[in-house]
């Protein structure tokens, strides 16, 4: 079996990293990797690459810094001639990016077939580019590997039971990444010594819906000072998206703000934070991986159950609600027992049921 497996961004890297080194142990299948060049600079994709032993991309498209349009549009016809030139039985793509959409779009014009892993996630808001890069990927594709059984249901509720695809509950290869690369994270990395904070909240921000609205943006950046300030030192890895717009709107971010980090990094620091808060849905379940309570600066999440379970809460963009939830999410003795994501095996399962499917 030959598979084909589209990246483009972060979380993409951290997924693929997982599946590949499931791929490698079977001598029947072969990974071809594309990389879109979406993500494309040193923190944000080399290092992904070389601390995660993740294999060379096969392709880097080299496609960056453009609009939707330009950006989903040239990938398409990237991906289709790599596709016409590798003809594999199965195209991979992971999440919710332009490389996703774009790579599930064409492979299905000529009628290869789409599998796509984290599929069923909905937030329920259309103006998220995700959503929509999401809802469409599902719809072409012919093996729905959904992380959750919230996702199952999800699709159930669209109807999918009556349309020709494999929905297949995999659990989340994030949490098989997640298990593995916490084994030798503490080895690799030096990032707490750099900090040299004893107590630190963990923030990540970058989903457009906050970085490109002024308003919900300066009202975050209001209530970061203040906790930093009086509660709590938060440390934040900042998007260079983040980063340009702050810039632009002349907002004071006073928390310690450090580059980007690699994985090994990123575990680190999860693993030693006294909370978690983000707008990132990958760090939402990273956090509960790691037994951290999350507080989510957002108005939806496509990880419902772990609002159900009391790990994480919705704060959105206000201020007020953003420094009552961090206090009190600090104080809460949480229960992470339950196994919300798979525990591990969800890598296997997609390799075994694409195997199954397509080995003839
Ligand atoms: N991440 C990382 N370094 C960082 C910020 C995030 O390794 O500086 C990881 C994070 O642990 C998670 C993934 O990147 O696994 C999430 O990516 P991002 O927040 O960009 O995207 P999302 O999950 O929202 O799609």
């Known amino acids: 079996m030959k598979i084909l497996t589209i990246i483009g961004a972060r979380p993409q890297f951290i997924k693929a990293a997982a599946l590949s080194r499931e791929i490698a142990k079977h001598d029947d299948v072969e990974e071809i990797i594309v990389h879109t060049g979406q993500h494309f600079d040193a923190n944000m994709s080399e290092i992904f690459f070389s601390e995660m032993e993740i294999p060379k991309p096969n392709y880097n498209l080299g496609i960056h810094s453009l609009g939707h349009g330009a950006m989903t549009g040239r990938m398409l016809e990237g991906i289709e001639e790599v596709l016409l030139k590798e003809k594999p039985d199965v195209l991979l793509v992971y999440g919710d990016t332009n490389s996703t959409i774009a790579g599930a779009l064409a492979a299905k014009k000529i009628h290869i077939k789409v599998a796509h892993v984290e599929a069923g996630l909905r937030s329920y808001n259309m103006d998220m580019p995700e959503e929509v890069n999401r809802i469409l990927t599902d719809r072409i594709s012919d093996f729905l590997f959904c992380p959750t059984q919230t996702a199952v249901d999800n699709l159930r509720k669209e109807g999918y039971q009556n349309i020709n695809c494999q929905v297949i509950k995999s659990g989340d290869v994030m949490q098989d990444a997640a298990a593995f690369y916490a084994g030798i994270s503490a080895e ?142 600090l104080n809460k003795a949480s229960d992470f027992s339950m196994d919300l994501y798979g525990n591990g095996q969800a890598s296997n399962n997609i390799i075994m049921a694409l195997k199954k499917a397509l080995n003839s």
């Open 188 to 329: 690799k990395s030096t990032v707490l010594k750099s900090i040299g904070l004893d107590q630190y909240a963990l923030v990540t921000l970058h989903r457009a819906e906050n970085t490109d609205d002024i308003g919900r943006l300066t009202a975050i950046v209001s209530a970061l000072n203040a906790i930093h300030e009086k509660i709590c030192p938060i440390v934040l890895p900042l998007h260079p998206r983040t980063k340009s717009k702050l810039e632009t709107a002349h907002l004071n971010l006073k928390v310690k703000i450090i580059d980007p980090v690699g994985y090994f990094d990123m575990i680190e620091l999860i693993k030693h934070a006294a909370l978690v808060m983000t707008d990132s849905g990958g760090l939402q379940k990273e956090a509960f991986f790691f037994k951290k309570n999350c507080v989510t600066m957002r108005d939806q999440t496509e990880w419902v159950e772990l609002i159900e379970n009391g790990v994480n809460v919705l704060v959105g963009a206000d201020t007020e609600k953003i420094k009552a939830s961090f206090q009190q999410m």
